[in-house]
């Protein structure tokens, strides 16, 4: 607009700031009207806020309630425990529900409903527990797993976790719906006696049967929620350590100790809130900082932060490998050795971690076989050391010129490297472009996507290498060592070979510890030698706990963060 | 009037009809595949999962069926919350963006009009260069660095205080709602404060003021009478759409102050590719944008004496 005032400002000068005062007045009047509006306006809302539900937390800890305040990362998606298959409905589960057996806070497998168990070749036996009881008093039976494990296979249930109950008779077949769901090789033989027929002899079924899928669930209640087990905090009855009795949707969680709990060793708070659900990093460590939350993580920026403030920073590896994975089919580039061997020879992981992701709690990886697996009697990677691998460009050249030679090239056209979206998976793929096209003169091509159409690509095989990562399901080699046997449907580059497929089957079901152990450390040869993928980092991650709060446990497998045998010692202030 | 009233709504429904059937489209011409999840699944729980969401039908047929199940006002199930149905997630979360979203508008609202009469009172004097700065800053720093900063701010003063004077996050009383609706409020404060200046000023100087200043009225009574109301129509214009985008767009302070809204669904939906939440929220969210566009219209007529509504 026009600024018309300025050529008659030195006559009317006078009057016009006499005006501008009583308007100014006037105007002081309407913001404390405002002012008031907005008071009576706030009021209004929070008594409507109130009543559309809140978190209102008491903070972190509460000696007199014996009460924790924690976050959770989202709102847990699914709490049917026959059909989740997220980390946040894992953790919630892991305090509700509990399995034939358990971990304890050292891993190692421990008594839960079933107090004592036979595993043999062609089947296992469970003994169930006669003081294991579901909330509201009743007493969980052999018949409530067989419910559970029939419902997770029923093809109408399209649970995608169904695959690992497969080591049970006839469980796949009923599952693609060829035999009807009595079928399936499990049979309560009374209340307190489980009987499972196995598939194939299945000497890791102890540690599968403490998975999330087995978890048990009664007919009765079950039949009785319409549809609609798991959705809310009444349509959940629990056998664990902590039963969910307050759920306020995308909002806050109270678990409760579970008073029909049998194991007076677990469960030692009264009431576990989960006050905030937010994703975001940044906020939660805010709140940590404000005393309202007992533990959150720390992504490396933050560690400078954390050590200002002088706590105590504790650090985990969360199971999870991460590795770069070729496309082994054959019309690929990358289904060549030479080409292949090229990459693996011109990289060093140790690079990528230390000078690239900066990330203090990862660690380089060596082998498909984290260093928290277990062998024989020690670690896995103690026993079988991983394959040496040293950085060596000139005999990487090499290959990558008798690869050229094979495929009968003049030039390699441009390699797509599939990736997430993720501000650290877009970093490790510029190191990769960068260090490749340094080292080996190959042009990468980036192909950043989000994680379903990252999916979609993998499974359809349009790539030439992948980031992919894995996570372990149960505490055993095999979660890893089955990756790549050309029936794994997580094999999605599509590697096949007949030595891989015969060391899994031995792995699968060898009952010579050592011999299956044997089969495990050849995979692992065999994986560096085939060049299957280029291992990049094992996942850690810091974080910190409220000192107060003790017997709070993290774990590589199974829920990540686990407060059934947590504690508040009030000895220390 | 209520013939005017009548033709609006019509058209808003045509509106929201092109919204859902757009959206529709487009969703599915999304890459990516909503049924595949880390773990990989056998054929036979593929096609069970695909009957489930109806994914086995034609696009066709998917999208009659859509349509039908629409004007029943059923949005389906989440596919991330199987047990969830996307009515019961709006109806839920809805209530608390909205509830955020009045008082950031009402926030952006008296804070736009007053500073912008007073920008344009003191016009090119001290208060004036002052808050037209900070306007700039609220206009231009996205709203996440301002919400990470408020809350930094926040732990910093509750440390310093040694309690809990704000809280850091969460969502339940009065205190937890101010910072986030502030900040959810300021680029919208911002701009209004922008917009009354320049209307207010154009005001200023325009032949019926000069006139009721030369017939001697008060000049309280210019400014509210004369000035105050006829400046704020353009306000009151964006304030319809304003309230629905920052209804719909608090996605980032929700995250931030992990507040249980309905905007971390509608963004999260999309990256998950939820497709009934994605429907869901979208047609849900155009219809009330729609609404708010038609409330303001007829508003006009109340404020405006100028504005008639019959035709």
Do not use: C
């Amino acid at each position: 607009m026009q600024d018309a005032s300025s050529t008659e400002a030195g006559t009317t000068m006078d009057t016009d700031s006499n005006f501008a005062t009583s308007a100014g007045k006037q105007l002081g009047l309407y913001a404390l009207y405002a002012l008031f509006g907005l008071s009576v306006l706030i009021y209004v809302l929070s008594v409507a806020a109130g009543s559309s539900g809140g978190s209102v937390s008491g903070g972190a800890i509460n000696i007199e309630r014996n009460s924790i305040t924690i976050v959770l990362t989202e709102e847990p998606p699914q709490l049917d425990s026959t059909r989740s298959t997220d980390a946040v409905s894992f953790i919630v589960l892991a305090h509700a529900m509990e399995g034939l057996i358990a971990y304890d806070d050292n891993d190692q497998l421990t008594p839960g409903v079933a107090e004592r168990w036979e595993i043999r070749d062609d089947g296992a036996t469970f003994w169930i527990r006669e003081d294991a009881k579901w909330s509201d008093g009743q007493p969980v039976t052999a018949y409530d797993f067989e419910f559970a494990w029939r419902r997770v296979l029923d093809p109408a249930t399209a649970s995608e976790y169904s695959f690992i109950l497969y080591p049970i008779k006839n469980a796949e077949l009923v599952n693609r719906g060829d035999l009807p769901k009595e079928m399936i090789g499990v049979r309560a033989l009374s209340d307190r006696v489980l009987e499972v027929e196995f598939e194939r002899s299945t000497p890791y079924f102890d540690k599968l049967v403490a998975f999330n899928t087995y978890y048990p669930l009664r007919e009765d209640f079950f039949e009785s929620t319409n549809g609609r087990y798991g959705a809310d905090a009444d349509m959940l009855l629990s056998n664990g350590p902590y039963v969910v009795t307050e759920w306020i949707h995308g909002s806050s969680m109270l678990w409760k100790k579970n008073p029909y709990y049998w194991n007076d060793q677990k469960g030692f708070l009264d009431e576990i809130v989960t006050a905030y659900i937010t994703h975001d990093v940044n906020a939660k460590l805010n709140l940590f900082k404000d005393g309202q939350i007992v533990e959150t993580s720390l992504i490396a920026p933050m560690l400078p932060t954390a050590m200002e403030q002088r706590w105590q920073i504790d650090r985990f590896m969360d199971g999870s490998l991460f590795f770069l994975e070729f496309n082994h089919r054959e019309n690929r580039i990358t289904g060549n050795w030479n080409f292949r061997r090229a990459l693996q020879l011109a990289q060093d992981p140790s690079e990528l971690v230390y000078k690239v992701l900066k990330e203090a709690s990862y660690l380089p990886a060596q082998s498909l076989f984290p260093v928290w697996i277990q062998g024989i009697k020690e670690a896995f990677r103690k026993e079988y050391p991983a394959p040496e691998h040293k950085i060596d460009v000139e005999r990487a050249r090499e290959h990558l010129e008798l690869a050229r030679q094979e495929l009968g090239l003049e030039e390699f056209p441009p390699i797509i490297l599939l990736s997430g979206d993720s501000p650290l998976s877009l970093l490790a793929g510029e190191y990769y472009q960068e260090l490749y096209k340094q080292n080996l003169g190959l042009e990468l091509r980036i192909d950043a996507q989000i994680f379903k159409q990252r999916l979609a690509k993998m499974t359809s095989g349009e790539f030439d290498i992948v980031m992919a990562g894995w996570g372990p399901d149960y505490f055993d080699a095999l979660t890893f060592g089955d990756l790549f046997a050309s029936w794994n449907l997580n094999n999605r580059g599509h590697y096949r070979s007949e030595e891989m497929d015969r060391l899994v089957s031995i792995g699968r079901s060898e009952l010579d510890p050592e011999k299956r152990m044997d089969a495990f450390g050849d995979i692992q040869q065999l994986i560096h030698e085939d060049v299957v993928i280029i291992p990049m980092y094992e996942r850690g991650i810091s974080f910190v706990v409220d000192p107060r709060l003790k017997g709070f446990k993290r774990r590589s497998v199974g829920p990540d963060v686990d407060y059934s045998y947590a504690f508040i010692d009030t000895t220390e202030d | 009037m209520w013939i005017y009233v009548l033709k609006r709504l019509l058209q808003g429904i045509v509106t929201v009809w092109f919204i859902a059937t757009a959206t529709f489209f487009a969703m599915h011409n999304v890459p990516g595949d909503p049924l595949l999840n880390d773990r990989a699944v056998s054929e036979a729980i593929r096609i069970n999962l695909e009957a489930k969401y109806g994914l086995d039908q034609p696009i066709g047929t998917q999208y009659l069926i859509y349509l039908g199940n629409l004007v029943q006002g059923d949005f389906g199930i989440s596919f991330t919350q199987e047990n969830r149905e996307v009515n019961d997630i709006i109806r839920e979360h809805f209530p608390i963006s909205a509830i955020l979203g009045v008082l950031a508008v009402v926030f952006a609202a008296a804070g736009g009009i007053l500073f912008g009469a007073l920008t344009a009172i003191y016009r090119n004097r001290l208060p004036d260069y002052i808050i037209m700065l900070l306007v700039i800053l609220g206009i231009s720093v996205p709203s996440f660095v301002i919400a990470a900063l408020s809350q930094l701010t926040l732990v910093t003063l509750n440390s310093a205080v040694g309690a809990t004077i704000l809280p850091v996050a969460g969502w339940g009383t009065i205190l937890h709602m101010l910072v986030p609706a502030l900040v959810l409020g300021l680029g919208t404060m911002a701009y209004l404060t922008r917009l009354m200046r320049s209307s207010m000023l154009e005001v200023v100087n325009s032949d019926f003021v000069r006139t009721a200043k030369a017939k001697g009225v008060p000049p309280a009574r210019i400014f509210t009478k004369h000035q105050l109301r006829n400046a704020i129509l353009p306000v009151i214009t964006v304030l319809g759409p304003s309230i629905a985008a920052i209804t719909t767009g608090g996605f980032v302070v929700e995250l931030v102050f992990a507040i249980p809204g309905l905007g971390r669904y509608f963004v999260q939906a999309v990256q998950q590719l939820d497709y009934t939440v994605i429907m869901g929220t979208t047609v849900f969210y155009g219809a009330f944008l729609v609404f708010m566009v038609i409330l303001v219209d007829l508003l006009y007529g109340f404020i405006d004496p100028r504005v008639k509504l019959e035709k």
